[in-house]
């Protein structure tokens, strides 16, 4: 599940005229970053949402043979990001998948991330599996950082006015039944990853490269300058 319906707000005004997922990095739209990682993981089918500049999307998406794409269509509704994937289950296969922000990508290091999360996947211990970028190899991010982890792989949140090294770097792994009961309201992905933080359950993987969050104009340029450095 590649999650594409957002506004993209920061992102003006380029975002006036078209989606944040189509919004060029290095020659390659964003929405195209992402679905390469997806394939270079050997994922065969994804399901994109769209809603802003919907229009748009669905021709950008059916230009591309692979992997294999299905709309999730939330032109009447922005669901937020558990709404969007919850509105999509009809369209997802398996008890768990991958669950991507479109505007967020990495350089791998030695193997894929993807692989790595689909390694360590564990429905018995975990609610949800997130990849997570240590903001020392992140470029693009200004945040204080999202979660800190334990001494056995599970998350816990930023305290409030703390920095904590590690930020959401925009993949996850996450069970179909964690939607099971949606009521048909929108809501943040971020309910259920605090539930699973209750429970203990929240579980991270560190990212092994360079994570490029590309929040804003300026985030281009950097990211732009960290491919071509990773190129030479």
């Given at each position: 599940?590649v999650?594409?319906?957002?506004?993209?707000?920061?992102?003006?005004p380029?975002?006036?005229t078209?989606?944040?997922?189509?919004?060029?990095?290095?020659?390659?739209?964003?929405i195209?970053?992402?679905l390469?990682?997806?394939?270079?993981?050997?994922?065969?089918?994804?399901?994109?949402?769209?809603?802003?500049?919907?229009?748009?999307?669905?021709?950008h998406?059916?230009?591309?043979?692979?992997?294999?794409?299905?709309v999730?269509?939330?032109?009447?509704?922005?669901?937020d990001?558990?709404?969007?994937?919850?509105?999509a289950?009809?369209?997802?296969?398996?008890?768990?998948f991958f669950?991507?922000?479109?505007?967020?990508?990495?350089?791998?290091?030695?193997?894929?991330?993807?692989r790595?999360?689909?390694e360590?996947?564990?429905?018995?211990?975990?609610?949800?599996l997130?990849?997570v970028?240590?903001?020392?190899?992140?470029?693009?991010?200004?945040?204080?950082?999202?979660?800190?982890?334990t001494?056995d792989?599970?998350?816990s949140?930023?305290?409030?006015r703390?920095?904590?090294?590690f930020a959401y770097a925009?993949a996850?792994?996450?069970?179909?039944?964690?939607?099971?009961?949606?009521?048909?309201a929108?809501?943040?992905?971020?309910?259920?990853?605090?539930?699973?933080?209750?429970?203990?359950?929240?579980?991270?993987?560190?990212?092994?490269g360079l994570?490029?969050?590309?929040?804003?104009?300026?985030?281009?340029?950097?990211?732009?300058?960290?491919?071509?450095?990773?190129?030479?």
């Amino acid at each position: 599940m590649v999650l594409a319906a957002g506004l993209g707000t920061r992102m003006r005004p380029i975002t006036d005229t078209r989606p944040k997922p189509l919004v060029n990095v290095s020659g390659r739209a964003l929405i195209d970053h992402a679905l390469d990682r997806l394939e270079q993981a050997g994922v065969a089918r994804a399901v994109v949402n769209v809603h802003h500049h919907a229009d748009q999307m669905e021709a950008h998406l059916t230009a591309r043979p692979t992997p294999q794409i299905a709309v999730s269509d939330e032109r009447e509704r922005l669901l937020d990001s558990g709404g969007g994937v919850a509105n999509a289950l009809p369209l997802l296969h398996g008890d768990a998948f991958f669950v991507l922000n479109a505007d967020t990508f990495w350089i791998d290091g030695a193997r894929s991330n993807l692989r790595r999360l689909a390694e360590m996947w564990d429905p018995e211990r975990m609610d949800a599996l997130l990849l997570v970028a240590a903001l020392t190899s992140s470029v693009g991010f200004d945040g204080a950082g999202d979660f800190a982890f334990t001494t056995d792989g599970r998350l816990s949140r930023r305290p409030e006015r703390q920095v904590t090294p590690f930020a959401y770097a925009g993949a996850a792994i996450m069970p179909r039944s964690a939607f099971a009961d949606w009521d048909g309201a929108p809501f943040s992905l971020n309910r259920l990853w605090n539930a699973a933080i209750e429970r203990d359950r929240l579980h991270g993987l560190r990212l092994d490269g360079l994570w490029l969050h590309v929040g804003d104009p300026a985030a281009i340029t950097e990211a732009e300058r960290a491919i071509a450095l990773s190129a030479a």
